[in-house]
């Protein structure tokens, strides 16, 4: 449960980003001013850091709770293998750096939701395994 919380805290620091991003000109138009202010920078990143406190230690601790004693170390370095994957993905907005702000930043605000959305569908199973 906590690791959908966690990815609901995440879309909501980008739909932070996403609502004061409207209205900025993309990052390649000739006019560009960064007019965020350093508290919404760090507000996000806040959130974010929350969002990662719900996410990462209670997926470490499910997957070495549920893994095989034979398998437990193998697991572990798929749970990493898995992180790193997601944060090659997480490079997917970034060469949609030159489209206005409010696409990137509501793109990675979709990512989370729709990974929650798959969380939530299958908290059942998952409970029923922990």
């Not at 850091?49 to 996410?55: G, Q």
């Not at 729709?114 to 969380?119: E, K, N, T, Y």
Request: glycine share 8%.
């Amino acid at each position: 449960m906590k690791i959908g919380l966690g990815m609901l805290v995440a879309a909501f620091a980008y739909f932070l980003m996403t609502m004061f991003s409207i209205g900025l000109p993309a990052t390649d138009h000739p006019n560009h001013v960064a007019d965020v202010t350093p508290n919404l920078l760090v507000s996000t990143y806040l959130i974010l850091t929350f969002a990662e406190l719900l996410l990462s230690p209670i997926g470490i601790s499910f997957v070495s709770k549920v893994a095989p004693p034979k398998y437990k170390g193998m697991i572990m370095g798929g749970w990493f293998v898995a992180t790193a994957l997601g944060n090659k993905l997480v490079s997917i907005p970034g060469h949609m750096w030159d489209k206005p702000l409010p696409v990137v930043w509501g793109t990675l605000m979709v990512i989370c939701l729709v990974a929650a959305l798959f969380i939530f569908s299958i908290i059942k199973k998952l409970n029923k395994v922990s």
